[in-house]
């Protein structure tokens, strides 16, 4: 596993997990999604989905702390700014031995960490973000991609990043 492995897989999940319609509805569907995932597998996580900047879906679980949404927040607001995963921001900012400072942002309100994911619309592009917080940041990601290639019925195999070494 490589930084460049890791970006290149990530751009074809991005490119794979498109929504051919996305209302409230489905927001509220996948937010859902991932709550059961999570209570399932008794993850401690909060679960965020935006649509067009408007919260539709927040669930906070069980070992979750006040930090979590702060996290949400931070990691969302680096998929709203820059349309990828926050985890591809922050991989690439490592790349390059950047920091989200160096593009003129404020670490306090972005965080390029794995975890938040855009919500894209085929042929219009990125309409909101979901968000999972409380897992290693690779974990989060994750998890958010499961949800999604779920909801897609997509191959989950054929898109999830390789196991680190």
Same mark, same amino acid.
């Given at each position: 596993?490589?930084?460049?492995?890791?970006?290149?897989?990530?751009?074809?999940?991005?490119?794979?997990?498109?929504?051919?319609?996305?209302?409230?509805?489905?927001?509220?569907?996948?937010?859902?999604?991932?709550?059961?995932?999570?209570?399932?597998? &008794?993850? /401690?996580?909060?679960?965020? *989905? +935006?649509?067009?900047?408007? @919260?539709?879906?927040?669930?906070?679980?069980?070992? %979750?702390?006040?930090?979590?949404?702060?996290?949400?927040?931070?990691?969302?607001?680096?998929?709203?700014?820059?349309?990828?995963?926050?985890?591809?921001?922050?991989?690439?900012?490592?790349?390059?031995?950047?920091?989200?400072?160096?593009?003129?942002?404020?670490?306090?309100?972005?965080?390029?960490?794995?975890?938040?994911?855009?919500?894209?619309?085929? &042929?219009? /592009?990125?309409?909101?973000? *979901? +968000?999972?917080?409380?897992? @290693?940041?690779?974990?989060?990601?994750?998890?958010? %991609?499961?949800?999604?290639?779920?909801?897609?019925?997509?191959?989950?195999?054929?898109?999830?990043?390789?196991?680190?070494?």
């Amino acid at each position: 596993m490589t930084i460049e492995n890791d970006l290149s897989r990530i751009a074809e999940q991005e490119k794979a997990l498109s929504f051919d319609a996305f209302d409230l509805t489905t927001a509220w569907q996948l937010g859902k999604l991932l709550q059961e995932l999570a209570t399932e597998r &008794g993850l /401690g996580i909060a679960i965020d *989905v +935006t649509l067009h900047s408007m @919260p539709v879906f927040y669930a906070a679980l069980p070992g %979750v702390t006040p930090d979590n949404v702060n996290w949400v927040r931070r990691k969302r607001n680096m998929v709203l700014r820059y349309f990828r995963s926050s985890y591809a921001s922050g991989l690439k900012l490592q790349k390059d031995g950047k920091t989200v400072e160096d593009n003129g942002l404020d670490g306090a309100d972005y965080a390029p960490h794995g975890g938040s994911f855009p919500i894209n619309l085929k &042929g219009t /592009g990125c309409i909101g973000a *979901v +968000t999972v917080s409380g897992l @290693p940041q690779r974990d989060d990601h994750n998890l958010a %991609v499961e949800a999604l290639a779920l909801m897609l019925a997509k191959d989950l195999d054929t898109l999830r990043l390789a196991p680190p070494l």
